[in-house]
């Protein structure tokens, strides 16, 4: 086995076409069946399973391939360390859910980072699961992934077989914000019965796989509300509740600088508690910079003046 035989699998995976590999790698397609073939005989499992569309991985193949990225990943970045570079550098990168009080983190610790000629930063949004899934092929270093407290006993033990280690964020319960100018800002009252007149605003990619829909209605929905407005990132829909009065979402605790500016409240509803958590997780064998300590402790800033 040699990293460049690791390079060919992944890159058939990905192009999900052994000819399209080949010219891609430009070598002969034989030779790259051939290396295939090799490979799969000495790890004693298929990679990948022929079809009329191409090839796709085995359950097995996937596992395989998860590790090989992470393998050529590690490799690239300790090449990096030997080429010649006098100028300092800040490397970080971020999944995470689709929370503004995260995003506010991240923004104070753009702000306390040193200016450099060489800065590589990127965030990305997206869904625990995906999430866990970048993090564990090395495409992010760090990540924050976001449970109802009712899914610990699924998420738990998944971490531990993609080998990540974990750092508690915050454990707490959901707040309800609606526009300032709406009737749902005024409610005495909020429970099920008064929600029913209201639009829920969601994130439609939220759902867990491998947990059955029943588990998941129980378990993670606040409501069995009929009336929702599905979106896939925070611009939306902080539009749409600023626009729409009676309009509502469930969300973490938000700053009160993002409420004034977006013209929200937010409301505790004690009869319809849902307690969430956000972790942060990285690779078992990651060692945090002194860049992501600095994230780490402005996000510790936010959430303590958010629990105040």
């Known amino acids: 086995m040699n990293l460049t035989h690791l390079r060919y699998m992944v890159e058939v995976e990905r192009l999900g076409s052994i000819t399209k590999a080949a010219a891609a790698l430009y070598m002969g397609q034989p030779n790259l069946s051939k290396a295939i073939k090799e490979m799969e005989r000495e790890v004693g499992v298929p990679i990948f399973k022929r079809s009329a569309k191409g090839v796709v991985p085995t359950e097995k193949g996937t596992a395989f391939l998860q590790y090989a990225k992470a393998i050529l990943?590690?490799?690239d970045k300790m090449e990096s360390?030997?080429?010649?570079?006098?100028?300092?550098?800040?490397s970080f990168s971020l999944l995470l859910p689709r929370a503004s009080y995260i995003t506010h983190a991240f923004t104070e610790f753009l702000n306390r980072i040193e200016r450099t000629s060489l800065m590589d930063i990127k965030i990305k949004e997206t869904n625990s699961m995906d999430a866990i899934n970048s993090i564990?092929?090395?495409?992010?270093?760090l990540g924050i992934i976001r449970y109802p407290i009712a899914y610990e006993s699924f998420f738990m033990p998944l971490m531990?077989?993609?080998n990540l280690q974990i750092h508690n964020v915050w454990e707490y319960d959901y707040v309800?914000?609606?526009?300032?100018k709406g009737?749902?800002?005024n409610e005495p009252v909020i429970n099920e019965n008064v929600l029913d007149k209201y639009i829920e605003v969601m994130h439609s990619d939220n759902i867990v796989p491998n947990i059955s829909a029943a588990y998941q209605k129980k378990n993670a929905e606040i409501t069995g509300h009929k009336k929702h407005i599905y979106v896939y990132e925070r611009g939306s829909q902080f539009d749409i509740l600023s626009s729409c009065p009676d309009s509502f979402m469930w969300v973490s605790?938000?700053?009160k600088t993002l409420l004034k500016r977006y013209g929200l409240v937010q409301r505790k509803v004690p009869e319809l508690k849902k307690t969430n958590?956000?972790?942060?997780?990285?690779?078992n064998n990651y060692r945090l910079s002194s860049i992501d300590q600095i994230f780490i402790n402005e996000l510790e800033k936010v959430r303590r003046d958010l629990t105040v």
């Open 160 to 162: 531990e077989e993609k």
């Open 136 to 141: 564990v092929e090395c495409e992010y270093d």
């Open 73 to 75: 990943v590690q490799m």
């Open 81 to 90: 360390l030997y080429k010649d570079n006098t100028e300092s550098e800040i």
């Open 183 to 185: 009737p749902l800002a």
């Open 176 to 180: 309800l914000i609606t526009s300032e």
């Open 253 to 255: 605790p938000i700053p």
């Open 277 to 283: 958590k956000d972790v942060l997780v990285c690779p």
